[in-house]
């Protein structure tokens, strides 16, 4: 007998309904990113990332000539883009930043979809894409470590939900070789794990995904170099001695701006956790250990007196869960064994229905003797709490601060928000969802009107260097702005891009510990070798009178003398021009009165 029409709209509401989520998740994720696209770069991290790109298509060899602390996923991925669209402009860059916040947030909505229902997807999705501009222009437009690593940090929690351990350390993989701190989701992973009682041979797949491409990866760039710059050769870069109150400072600037982008949200958790922990929440029995359980009979540990949010009892194992547009049987939460089988759930179709499960063979809401109560507000987040535990500790490693740092807590901040939400009216939950929106446009609306000041200087210094060298020339941009590079299409004349590896400067932790002797070990003879075989023609001191600047430096400060002219001075900055017989631009043009 053929469906009827009515049982075909059944089976293709959801899919239509995905497909609307995810339509407006794109939507959002534009919007929210245009100011990326009216400004290049936002900051040094794009221009470092452009030039090394451009050094790796002419020959260089990651950290090697080619160097940086960080792994090699995204400057590859910048080379990528440079050979296929060019490497005048970031566009491309700025697309597949936009992508990978889709897909962060599409992500994120199939894993609230699957513990909370339909709503809490599309809130934990458009909060997601909202709170990934919620922090100062210059750290969200970019196309930088932390937009491409959060993806992969949300992969690894939705392949671990789902029982798919390899994945999930894959996922885990990837998100370290974007940037060291995506480790930290490896914590939770192993919570779901544990949670899900899965074993010692899932433990092993979660290790082999996780460690093996880090492991090929590092055979393939020589595993003692590759250590040094991604981990061991970083001591004194890591190290807070002597920086004042100036890291706290950044570090609650960072904090206080992505709270009030999560302002509603926050609230709401409060109130919720409030609710929980308060004598007459349903399921309490009046004392701190509580015989009261989560709702879901079978939980493992569960706790239903004063404790901590979510504790791991409150849910039950992974596959467990019931998918979007159907329900499960109540029944079948009271066997810890049962699983619903690998091809009975689906990303954005889950309708079980958290904190009111009845008893078996009773009507719902009906609690039997011994049988559990109504699930406790924020049932079935400890392992989103641990995740944004050791987000933030990931964010504080090395003490620097700076506010991108902190966009790794955007995942399962989102989804913590999606959880509180869930708990409120749908009145309540939509004025909260409108006040993040708005704050998400302020966001953007700074994104539009952000001061130009840095990026004004970087270009006009990039004119002035074009205008005293020859294409194939080779310079040193002495300072912490290696976009000079890129904007004025000159190769470095070191793998060094920037004054930081050689004294050991650093925007986030101010001007505490610097110096030659606080320089990465082996940094100045190999400094010092490509200055004779490769001599610049054209130094500029773009230090603007920090402690770096080339006349603190004495190693640097000789070999100018010898071999160097001042020849001008724009915005601070002093170009030095090689001295002895020059060729091309340097010979056929007048220098700029200095000034």
């Known amino acids: 007998m053929p469906p009827s029409r009515t049982a075909e709209r059944t089976a293709t509401a959801p899919t239509t309904n995905r497909m609307r989520l995810v339509a407006v998740l794109a939507a959002l994720s534009v919007l929210t990113r245009l100011p990326s696209f009216f400004r290049t770069p936002w900051n040094p991290d794009e221009g470092f990332l452009a030039t090394q790109a451009r050094q790796l298509a002419h020959g260089g060899v990651l950290y090697d000539t080619v160097v940086d602390r960080k792994p090699p996923l995204v400057p590859w991925l910048y080379r990528g883009a440079f050979a296929v669209f060019g490497d005048d402009s970031l566009w491309p860059l700025r697309v597949a930043a936009v992508l990978a916040v889709l897909a962060g947030a599409v992500l994120a909505a199939s894993i609230a979809a699957r513990r909370w229902g339909e709503r809490a997807a599309w809130t934990a999705g458009i909060c997601y894409v909202f709170l990934t501009v919620g922090l100062s222009p210059e750290d969200t437009q970019a196309a ?86 991604i981990a061991t050769g970083s001591g004194s870069y890591l190290s807070a001695d002597g920086a004042g109150f100036k ?143 050791v987000s933030l500790g990931a964010a504080t490693v090395g003490f620097q601060f700076f506010g991108h740092y902190f966009l790794q807590l955007v995942p399962p901040l989102a989804l913590l928000g999606a959880a509180a939400l869930h708990e409120l009216t749908a009145r309540a939950a939509t004025a909260a969802l409108t006040a993040t929106a708005l704050l998400a446009c302020g966001f953007v609306g700074w994104g539009f009107t952000a001061g130009r000041t840095e990026l004004d200087h970087a270009h006009r210094l990039a004119d002035t260097v074009r205008s005293y060298t020859d294409r194939g020339d080779r310079v040193l941009l002495w300072g912490m702005h290696p976009e000079g590079y890129w904007l004025s299409r000159r190769m470095p004349a070191s793998r060094y891009l920037t004054a930081g590896f050689l004294t050991n400067f650093s925007g986030g932790r101010g001007e505490a510990r610097v110096g030659e002797r606080y320089a990465m070990d082996g940094a100045w003879p190999r400094f010092e070798r490509e200055l004779r075989l490769r001599p610049p023609e054209l130094i500029v001191d773009d230090s603007r009178g920090k402690r770096y600047g080339i006349q603190r430096v004495p190693t640097l400060r000789r070999h100018l003398h010898r071999h160097y002219e001042k020849v001008a001075t724009i915005d601070g900055s002093e170009f030095y021009l090689r001295t002895g017989p020059r060729t091309g631009a340097a010979a056929s043009r007048p220098a700029p009165a200095a000034r």
């Open 247 to 389: 890291p706290v400072l950044r570090a609650l600037a960072g904090l206080g701006l992505l709270t009030l982008a999560a302002l509603p949200l926050v609230v709401a958790l409060v109130q919720v956790i409030r609710r929980r922990t308060s004598p007459g929440w349903p399921g309490d029995t009046g004392d701190l250990g509580g015989t009261g359980r989560s709702g879901l009979a079978g939980d493992h540990g569960g706790t239903g007196g004063v404790g901590f949010p979510g504790d791991f009892g409150a849910i039950s194992d992974p596959g467990h869960r019931s998918s979007l547009g159907h329900h499960s049987d109540p029944s079948l939460h009271g066997r810890r064994g049962h699983h619903d089988g690998p091809g009975h759930h689906s990303d954005l179709r889950c309708h079980s229905a958290p904190g009111h499960l009845a008893a078996p063979g009773l009507p719902d809401g009906t609690r039997a003797s011994g049988a559990p109560g109504p699930r406790p507000p924020l049932g079935g987040t400890a392992d989103l709490w641990l995740w944004l535990a």
């Open 144 to 229: 930088t470590f932390e937009v491409f690593m959060l993806p992969w940090t949300v992969a690894a929690i939705w392949c671990a939900e789902r029982s798919r351990w390899l994945c999930a350390g894959l996922a885990v993989a990837g998100a370290v070789l974007s940037k060291q701190t995506g480790g930290a989701v490896l914590l939770p992973v192993f919570a779901l794990l544990w949670q899900a009682r899965a074993g010692w041979g899932a433990a092993l797949r979660v290790a082999a995904g996780a460690a093996l491409p880090v492991l090929s990866t590092a055979l393939a760039y020589q595993p003692g170099r590759f250590l040094y710059w």
